[in-house]
């Protein structure tokens, strides 16, 4: 099993293969299998243009993956082939710098429903699967994302309610329309962790026409935080059963399992792609469960560190400025 991850060397954003707590550029180790076989077979990456960057590989998916398999191999057998970076001291970006879009599930975990509407509508009915839809929402498009251990400037926006929201990520591998829920997972290239953090008083707008306003609410500078990083969806047996904690300076504010997802990933990649073609390098956010600030009357404050761990994936550490 390898992970993915783009982190700076020399200054510059290099992919990475990371095996255990060790990352590896892989143009490096490319370059150095090349030079071991020699003219035996065709040379790993080769179709994918320099420098490598996630989405490079991301387009040329699957067949970009199988390559990531030889060179973890080669890898795992002549580990001093290249110089390795420990993943404490690595500086990591977001594991897509520039992803074409970012899609968010909304309200799509049932107990993070349930909280919502005590707060908001006391009273209503309960969001279900059965009598709703996804709700998704565009939360980024060709915009810069920050990465694990960068800084969440929340003191740069005016309003006192940042809030945190860790959710399973699912990254598009292969362009797609019109997908069936039953096929949607040959369509995904791996998973990562995003924190879609939230200015909720920008959320709700003070208008009488309009509702809802999610691009002032959740796309301020630094506030989708994603990494550090992308795991091959051929490592992760079933993503709706995985375990999810956020905790804020250590303490447990957010503890669930995506099986709790009202809306499965077959059935948000089908809904979206009604209408919609998804591509390479698309990011779909599948909503976070109960347990977020909004809900205790606590939010976010310059000197705190929110982490998301996600069981198999890893663990998205920023501090909050």
């Known amino acids: 099993m390898f992970k993915l991850a783009t982190i700076e060397i020399k200054g510059a954003p290099r992919v990475a293969l990371a095996l255990g707590d060790t990352l590896y550029d892989v143009e490096s180790v490319a370059a150095a299998h090349t030079r071991k076989a ?14 490598v960057t996630m989405l490079g590989l991301l387009e040329r998916w699957p067949a970009a993956f199988r390559d990531l398999q030889r060179l973890a191999t080669f890898i795992e057998a002549q580990p001093r082939a290249v110089p390795g970076v420990a993943a404490a001291r690595a500086k990591f970006r977001a594991p897509i710098l520039y992803p074409p879009r970012i899609f968010t599930a909304g309200a799509n975990y049932n107990a993070h429903s349930k909280e919502m509407t005590d707060i908001l509508r006391p009273g209503s009915p309960y969001t279900t699967r ?53 096929d949607a997972r040959s369509y995904v290239a791996g998973y990562t962790i995003v924190n879609d953090v939230t200015a909720r008083s920008f959320v709700v707008p003070k208008r009488l026409d309009f509702k809802i306003d999610w691009l002032m609410g959740k796309c301020a500078d630094t506030f989708c935080p994603m990494g550090p990083y992308l795991v091959p969806d051929a490592f992760i047996e079933d993503p709706e059963r995985l375990s999810l904690k956020t905790t804020v300076n250590d303490q447990v504010m957010q503890d669930a399992r995506t099986d709790d ?42 000197g705190d560190v929110v982490k998301v761990e996600i069981e198999g994936i890893g663990t998205l550490e920023n501090p909050v400025a």
Not at 38 to 43: N, P, Q
């Open 261 to 302: 997802l009202t809306h499965n990933i077959g059935d948000l990649l089908a809904f979206l792609s009604q209408t919609m073609t998804l591509l390479p390098g698309d990011v779909l956010s599948t909503g976070t469960p109960s347990g977020v600030g909004f809900g205790r009357g606590v939010f976010l404050q310059p």
């Open 130 to 182: 059965e009598n709703s839809n996804p709700y998704c929402f565009l939360t980024s498009s060709i915009g810069p994302v920050i990465g694990h251990r960068d800084k969440i400037l929340a003191s740069q926006v005016p309003d006192k309610k940042i809030d945190w929201e860790g959710e399973l990520a699912v990254v598009i591998g292969r362009k797609g329309r019109a997908i069936r829920p039953e």
């Open 38 to 51: 020699g003219k035996a077979g065709k040379a790993p990456l080769a179709s994918v243009p320099r420098p």
